[in-house]
């Protein structure tokens, strides 16, 4: 079970500073997870993961229970042992997954009827089912089943999906097998209607869980709409368990997150960006593989101390990203997971310092944000 410890309250937001205990160490809060969809961190290894200080990374139940299946993952002992990572991990729980394969599922009470996107084979997964699946993967922390909605969608859609969610919670809390080792996390759904989102704050907290999550934000809504809904959501939530937003990572959102009493966010764009030959700098995105960078010789980033950083040149990168060497992808990987991570590793130390919304408004002017855009 994991335990959440309050260290300090920022005096002009609501930025926290804290930890998570977990039977796989301790995790300074708030953090960015990045995201290993398939037993791994796309193109890294767990040693350049723990050099870089990633503290947790999450694994993705839909895609691990397909490949490489419940049961190689149950005779390995479990994820950690599997793919050789001994920090915390995070499991989501397949529903985002499930639910975006739109024309190849079919929703019931019981659960999600799905084909797999890789082989069409049918598939079922319940809460119950959710729940053995991340029992046997192991995971500090594993997410309860629950439908995100889409964005836009009716309130009348929404409000079914809710109540549907929250009756989901409760069964996957009384299958949940592990919980000494294992702590279940509910999330809070309710899409764009304010009313929903208290109410389905307000009855996932009764349930009483280690944690609570954000769900159905950063679904294409545009960024006010996101700032908005999400300090709504999270007055809700308790003070004395971690909260964490699901699916967010470009710089700004997590800092609105964390100033919004955030604790723990996730997104696949550090790697999925580095795939596509884009850099997160301190001066904002650094489109690489474009033709300006083919004689620059500077680093991605001259105030960036990483691997990528203090080994090789943009042009470099650049030529591994356009005759599609698989060692760009990864140089470009290690620098943006670095990136975020010490940019979290900043912005703690900002609220330790009670300088939180300083720190932010030097960062937005430095990346080119407009501090006051909301």
Known sequence: MIKYTLVKK????????????????????????????????????????????????????????????????????????????????????????????????????????????????????????????????????????????????SKEYVESSMHRTLRWLQRCKDYHKNTDKQSLFGIVQGGMYKDLREYSAKATVDIDLPGYAIGGLSVGEPRDIMIEYLNHTIQFLPENKPRYLMGVGTPDYLFEAVEAGIDMADCVLPTRIARNGTALTSRGKLVVRNAKYSKDFRPLDEECNCYTCRNHSRAYIRHLINVDEVLGARLLTIHNLSFLINMMDKIRESIKNDRFLEYKEEFYEKYGYDYHKK
């Open 10 to 153: 920022s005096s002009n937001s609501n930025a926290r500073l804290g930890y998570i205990d977990t039977p796989h160490g301790r995790i300074e809060t708030p953090i960015f997870m990045p995201v290993g969809t398939r037993a791994t961190v796309k193109t890294m290894t767990s040693e350049e993961l723990y050099d870089i200080n990633a503290q947790i990374i999450l694994g993705n139940t839909y895609h691990l229970y397909l490949k490489p299946g419940q049961e190689v993952l149950k005779e390995a002992g479990g994820l950690h042992k599997f793919m050789n990572w001994d920090r915390p991990i995070l499991t989501d729980s397949g529903g985002f997954q499930v639910f975006s394969l739109n024309e190849i599922r079919k929703i019931t009470e019981e659960g999600v009827e799905f084909r797999s996107h890789i082989d069409g084979s049918k598939h079922f997964i319940s809460p119950e089912k959710s729940m053995e699946i991340q029992n046997d993967i192991g995971s500090d922390i594993i997410m309860a089943f629950d439908e995100c909605t889409p964005y836009p969608a």
